[in-house]
Every structure is written in structure tokens, then in C-alpha cells.
């Protein structure tokens, strides 16, 4: 594959190379051409009897004042011919680039998707075997059965961000909004979610919390936010719900590596991951924010990406109320 697209872009530098020179080579044929003409005029001129020498001079002027004109006609034509060559393969080269990162980004999360569903799976498949060949005490028993439960809502979470993923691609996420108060709906999530992470999470909240939303959207935006927020930073997370003046604000805060400038606005494409595979330490699929971005969409609410200070991210979604 790397190979094909290897030659691909070879074949269209080779390509533009050799059309630009065709275009060179064509526009100094017709230059050459047109000055063969006006010489063969000039020389009719010189050596036609019935013609007085003064007038002789004045059509040789004409003739050099044509073929001035006609060498700057040909001139700016081809210097649009030109950039409209140059634009065309610079679209080309452009859509083949895109092309190749997606196809690289697929790649990844082909790869990243397989590891990802393959060690919860090992890891049940050990706890289970543990089960049934040891005989436990309870505690051991229980301990043993939290960590399988915490592997199989791990699954769980990687299948229903593949699922909506594909489902928003299709047709879009039908949403089934209603009546809750987000204040206990977050704590009952972020108290799912304690139990997964060693980071600490403080939610608080203030206003009047009380929406018209659609509860698997909501979970699907906090949940991709707080698992974020615990990958990429060891320290406390602070969630905040702030509702009033028709809108609800939540924001996960997190003090980790946070997220560069120029890479804000880029985190939320399909399967885009910040840095190279070989640099990244943290494993993922790249779909996480690609799905909160669309989701808050579907819910006709924005999100917004900030630094946090002194450092990490800051993720703000604001949802009409
Ligand atoms: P991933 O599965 O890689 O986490 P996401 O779509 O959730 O995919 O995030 C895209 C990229 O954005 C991540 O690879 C990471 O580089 C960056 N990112 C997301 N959330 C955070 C965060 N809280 N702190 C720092 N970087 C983040």
C-alpha cells in the first residue's frame, strides 16, 4: 500500500514536470513561430519594388509594434495557462496528502481498536479462568469481580463510541430528549466513573440544572470528556455544571499536558490523535472528541476548547436549556 502510494506520488510529480515543460517548450515554439512570420513579412516588405522606402519603414515599425503585442499576449496567457496548471496540481497533491492521512489515521485506529478490545478481553478471560480454577476467599472474590466488571464497562464504552460513530455517519443521532436534572444525573456518572480512575473527581454544580435533553447523548459527551481528562493528566478533575439564562455550562477541567494551540481545532476530526505513533504514549482511537463535537452539535449547543491554568485543558460544553 505504501508502496502504490509511493509511485502515485511519483507518477503525478513526473507528471507535472513534464506538463510544465511541454508548456515551456509549446510557448517558445509559438514565440519562435510568430518571429519567423514577422521576419518573412519583414523581408516581403524589404524586397517589394512598387513599395517607397519611407513607407517601407513605417510598416517594418507596424510589423515590430505587432509582434511587441503579440509577445506580451502570449506572455499573460501563459502565465494564467501557467497558474491554472500549477493550481491543478497543487489540488491534486493536496487531495492525494489527505488521502494518505486518512488512510494512515484508519490504519492507526484499525490497530489501536484491535489492542484496545484485546486486553479488556484477555484480562476478563484471565479473571474468569482465576474464578473457576482458585478457590478464593470472598474479598478476593469481589475484588477480582470489580475488575472484571470495570474490563467489561471499558469494552462497553469502546463498542458504543464505534456504534455512535458509525451511526452519526449514517444518518445522524436520533435523540430522545427529556426532562432531568443534570446536577444528579452527572453525579450519578462521575460516580460510575470514580470508581474506574484514580484521579479524584469534584463535580459542582450551581443554577438551575433542570433540561429538556437526551440522556445517552449527554452520558456519550461526559463520559469520551472525563476519560480524556484522566488520560492525559494524573491529578484531580473538576467538573462544573452551571445553569441559568436558558443554557446549562459543563466543564471538565483537567491539569494534564493540555493541548497545544494549533492543535485545538484539529483534536476534533475523525481518528486525529495529537503527535506520531511512535511519540504517543496513551492509547485511544481518536474518536472520542469527534463524537463529543457532533454531539454537542446535535444538540444545538457548542463546545469550546481552553487552556486551564497554570496547566491542562479545560473542555466547555454549553447546551441550551
Ligand atoms: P483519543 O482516543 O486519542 O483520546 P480523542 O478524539 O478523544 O482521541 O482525542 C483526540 C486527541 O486530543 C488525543 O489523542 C489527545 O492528543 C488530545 N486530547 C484530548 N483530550 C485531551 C486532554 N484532556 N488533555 C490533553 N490532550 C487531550
Request: proline share 2%.
Amino acid at each position: 500500500m505504501q508502496q502504490q502510494n509511493r509511485y502515485i506520488s511519483f507518477f503525478i510529480y513526473v507528471l507535472m514536470g513534464y506538463a510544465i515543460m511541454q508548456f515551456f517548450w509549446w510557448t517558445y515554439l509559438i514565440f519562435e513561430l510568430n518571429a519567423e512570420i514577422i521576419s518573412l513579412q519583414k523581408q516581403i516588405i524589404i524586397f517589394g519594388s512598387d513599395i517607397a522606402e519611407q513607407q517601407k519603414m513605417r510598416l517594418i515599425n507596424d510589423l515590430d509594434a505587432v509582434f511587441a503585442k503579440k509577445k506580451l499576449m502570449i506572455a499573460g496567457e501563459g502565465g494564467v495557462f501557467l497558474l491554472i496548471l500549477l493550481t491543478g496540481f497543487y489540488l491534486i497533491k493536496r487531495a492525494h496528502n489527505k488521502e494518505l492521512a486518512l488512510a494512515k489515521q484508519e490504519q492507526n485506529f484499525m490497530l489501536a481498536v484491535t489492542h484496545e478490545l484485546n486486553s479488556p478481553l484477555a484480562a476478563i478471560k484471565l479473571n474468569i479462568e482465576t474464578l473457576t480454577k482458585r478457590s478464593l476467599p470472598m474479598d478476593k472474590v469481589k475484588m477480582v469481580l470489580g475488575r472484571t466488571y470495570q474490563e467489561s464497562e471499558r469494552l462497553h464504552f469502546l463498542v458504543n463510541n464505534i456504534l455512535a460513530a458509525s451511526r452519526m455517519e449514517k444518518k445522524g443521532f436520533e435523540l430522545f430528549p427529556e426532562l432531568v436534572d443534570l446536577k444528579v444525573q452527572t453525579q450519578l456518572l462521575v460516580d460510575k466513573y470514580q470508581s474506574a480512575v484514580p484521579n479524584e473527581i469534584i463535580l459542582t454544580a450551581d443554577g438551575d440544572c433542570n433540561a429538556e435533553i437526551d440522556l445517552l447523548g449527554f452520558e456519550l459527551i461526559f463520559q469520551n470528556l472525563l476519560e480524556n481528562a484522566a488520560k492525559y493528566s494524573d491529578d484531580q478533575i473538576e467538573v462544573s455544571l452551571k445553569g441559568g439564562e436558558g443554557k446549562i455550562i459543563c466543564s471538565v477541567a483537567d491539569k494534564g499536558i493540555g493541548i497545544p494551540d494549533h492543535e485545538k481545532g484539529k483534536v476534533l476530526a475523525k481518528f486525529y490523535r495529537v503527535g506520531s505513533e511512535s511519540t504517543r504514549k496513551s492509547k485511544g482511537t481518536g474518536l472520542g472528541l469527534y463524537l463529543v463535537n457532533n454531539m454537542v452539535k446535535e444538540m444545538k449547543g457548542t463546545l469550546i476548547i481552553k487552556d486551564n491554568v497554570p496547566q491542562g485543558t479545560i473542555f466547555s460544553v454549553t447546551l441550551p436549556n
